[in-house]
């Protein structure tokens, strides 16, 4: 490049000035629809991009800016006018089209303009429908939902725990196919939540074998035929001609007495009543062992019991 610029001799375009015209035909070749005219997009480069560059010496203005690079950017008005015009084109583009064109002003965009454009998109996509619909419309999609999904959807935020845990409804029903007699009184949500993620507990706690405790009790020495259990005792009848007495909370033998061959138990504190394979019911005395009514009459094992107690103990 020519130029009398300084002391009259030649010199190269400063490299802001090439870097100009290389960014407008570079936006030329790569996107054609941005043409309007001959030169076009390199003048809207070059208006974008002034710089003003300082030789060595002179005087006057130009040397009162010696050694520093100034960007004009391009007048507010011209820019508007350059925005529509980009719209419109972009608008008339197909879906393709317009995701290569975003594609490559991302690949063109630096920390500042990603940083802008992840923050614009987060509230362009992704929105709280639960925080701007009316709580009977959040209620109503709520009931569509599956107990399990609820769940989880109670742990996106503080905000969608609320409103779930808020809808009566929903869980009155998980409730109710978990087949709960549902009080129509209580309208506290909360309680029936509770109520439901209790009856889950016990039930996966079911499956897995935890939902109780186990003990072994060890003291007959044939199979065990009969069972009763009343206020924290456990009456056992064996095929060993024996009963037991047994105290739940400890695992001990209360009391062992030598019986006839048990179908059926039944016992308070002094008695125990047994019903038994030699088709007979018999009455005995826990403390002593003995027997003290005998019953005859059936044809076959006497397999069940139901006592009435009188007031004398009879």
Known sequence: MRGGAGRGGD???PAPLLTCRALAVFVSLQAPWLRSGPGRCEALAARACLVAVNPARGPGPR???????????MERK????????????????????????LDHLISLSGA????????????????????????????????????????????????WN?????????????????GWQIDDSVQDALHWKKVYLKAILRMKQ??????????????????????????GLLCTGSDDLS?????VSTGQCVYGIQTHTCAAVKFDEQKLVTG????????WEWSSGARTQHFRGHTGAALALKILWCDGGS
Do not use: M
Not at 78 to 89: A, K, P, Y
Not at 123 to 134: G, N
Not at 276 to 283: Q, R
């Open 162 to 178: 609320k409103v779930i845990s808020a809808c009566t409804e929903v869980w009155q029903t998980a409730c109710k196919n978990l």
């Open 276 to 283: 038994s394979f030699d088709n007979t019911v018999a009455c």
């Open 112 to 159: 500042v303009q990603l940083r802008h454009l992840s923050n614009n998109l987060e509230t362009l996509l992704k929105r709280d429908f639960l925080k701007l619909l009316p709580l009977e419309l959040s209620f109503y999609l709520l009931k569509w939902l599956d107990p399990q999904t609820l769940l989880t959807c109670c742990l996106v935020s503080k905000q």
């Open 63 to 73: 040397g009162a800016r010696s050694g520093k690079i100034f960007h004009n950017l």
């Open 11 to 13: 010199f190269q375009a």
């Open 78 to 101: 011209d820019f508007e006018t350059w925005l529509d015009n980009i719209s419109v084109t972009f608008l008339s583009l197909t879906d393709l089209q317009k995701n290569e064109t």
């Open 243 to 247: 009963a037991k007495l047994w105290d």
């Open 206 to 231: 079911l499956e897995d074998h935890e939902a109780f405790e186990t003990s072994s009790l060890i003291g007959h020495s044939a199979r065990v035929y009969a069972l009763y259990y009343k206020d």
